[in-house]
């Protein structure tokens, strides 16, 4: 076995502990027979341990020293191939089991990652909306129909204040609707766009977001003093601009799985469902009686009745079984209200989203994706290391008597059982 170092590679440790500026680089700092170990693998496993040493020659030094954990682990990998440990059972399970994650990685970087980098435009825009805050209040509700009753009675002179207190559904009703000063970038669209066009003490039209139907109040815009020019805050603007588009995606990703999905409620098993609950209810004498659901569990249902079907979905369904092994063991304030389709539907939704999402990335054929094959390589050869070591080379260390007890005198202070001995020993 041949082995090549490049000990050329110091002006890339400076840029790994942040003393200089970064660079996409693909050079190969090591080269173990016929792989090559690229800077790219050394960067991803030590920058962030590089950057604390506090030295540049106590920096390098540590570089040298992961360097040669990157060659070691390698060395390892080449001799598990070669007694075939990636035909291994325990391995191939073991791999197998981690294909969802990565599978779930890649949907994530192809639906939200690359989908959320903020254009330049973007990035201006959120810099001079960011320069006032709002304060704003709102009424929120379920339904279009309803919103626009509430909108029309605004417009003959109602209370703003009132109405949402008495009609609302979101925490804020409290305090009438309002929500507080509101900076640029913490609001979900299209609520946000919408706020952000309103004239002091105007409301907007109906607007609709994931969480219901909105109408919105502008009661004062606030101009704020020592934002900083756009070169010096545009860098972090757009790291700000990134995750809040990131959080955004997410929602409107899931929600549109959501859709596909087809949930569908069946409506006489919800009413077997709400009528077990209610009859339970009855039938508590104490003073303090628990909310809507709180008294489900599967004693109140009989064989047949467990296995009847409460929500179906595209490849699969929820019986009243499956449904109560979710709900019954939640607290009382995380378990959906029964009355409410959509709310169970969620439910569900959050329930099953690991398998809609794995069956997403699926039909985007993600499992032939570079970035899926390559991590589940590291891991297959992660593990074949792993084992060739702790199998093969460390069952091969053998400790003798008089080792452990010369190791334990002249350590006495590092043991508290003189068994821990052949612990560090090992190590």
């Given at each position: ?66 360097l ?33 994650r990565?599978l ?48 029309q ?37 299209p ?7 309103l ?32 070169a ?9 601009l ?69 929500v ?5 369904q ?56 390559n ?16 199998d ?18 002249a ?10 001995v ?6």
């Amino acid at each position: 076995m041949t082995l090549k170092k490049n000990i050329v590679f110091l002006a890339l440790i400076l840029a790994l502990s942040g003393n200089c500026k970064e660079e996409k680089n693909t050079d190969v700092v090591a080269t173990v027979g016929k792989d090559k170990i690229s800077y790219t693998d050394f960067s991803e496993r030590f920058k962030g341990s590089l950057g604390i040493v506090d030295s540049d020659s106590e920096r390098v030094a540590k570089a040298l020293e992961y360097l040669n954990q990157l060659i070691d682990e390698k060395i390892l990998v080449q001799e598990a191939y070669k007694i075939d440990l990636d035909t291994n059972p325990e391995i191939i399970l073991l791999v197998d089991g981690q294909r969802p994650r990565f599978l779930l990685d890649e949907l994530y970087k192809a639906q939200i990652i690359n989908k959320s980098k903020p254009s330049l435009k973007e990035v201006k825009d959120f810099y001079n909306n960011s320069k006032e805050q709002l304060r704003l209040r709102h009424i929120l509700v379920k339904e279009k129909s309803l919103a626009q009753e509430i909108y029309q009675q605004l417009k003959q002179g109602a209370n703003f204040d009132t109405l949402a207190k008495q009609k609302s559904i979101d925490p804020s009703k409290e305090n009438g609707g309002d929500l507080g000063f509101i900076s640029w970038g913490t609001l979900v669209e299209p609520f946000q766009e919408a706020a952000w066009k309103l004239k002091p003490n105007s409301f907007s039209r109906p607007v609709q977001t994931v969480y219901g139907w909105h109408i919105i109040k502008l009661e004062e815009r606030k101009q704020l003093e020592d934002f900083g020019k756009f070169a010096e805050v545009k860098v972090n603007i757009s790291k700000r601009l990134e995750s809040i588009k990131r959080r955004q995606t997410v929602d409107k990703y899931l929600e549109k799985v959501k859709n596909k999905t087809n949930l569908k409620i069946n409506p006489t098993t919800w009413e077997l469902l709400k009528s077990k609950d209610t009859q339970a209810n009855s039938q508590d004498t104490s003073v303090v009686k628990k909310p809507l659901g709180g008294y489900l569990d599967s004693t109140l249902f009989d064989l047949d009745e467990k296995n009847l079907t409460l929500v179906s979905f595209k490849g699969g369904q929820w019986t009243i079984r499956e449904f109560l092994e979710k709900y019954t063991p939640l607290p009382p304030f995380r378990k959906p209200p029964l009355a409410d389709d959509e709310a169970l539907k969620q439910f569900v939704f959050q329930g099953k989203m690991m398998d809609f999402l794995e069956a997403e990335a699926t039909k985007l054929r993600l499992e032939k994706s570079p970035g899926y094959k390559n991590n589940l390589n590291k891991l297959r050869e992660k593990m074949m290391a792993d084992k060739l070591k702790n199998d093969l080379l460390l069952s091969q260390v053998t400790i003798t008597d008089e080792e452990t007890k010369t190791y334990f005198e002249a350590h006495p202070d590092q043991f508290i059982n003189p068994l821990q001995v052949i612990d560090q020993l090992i190590i």
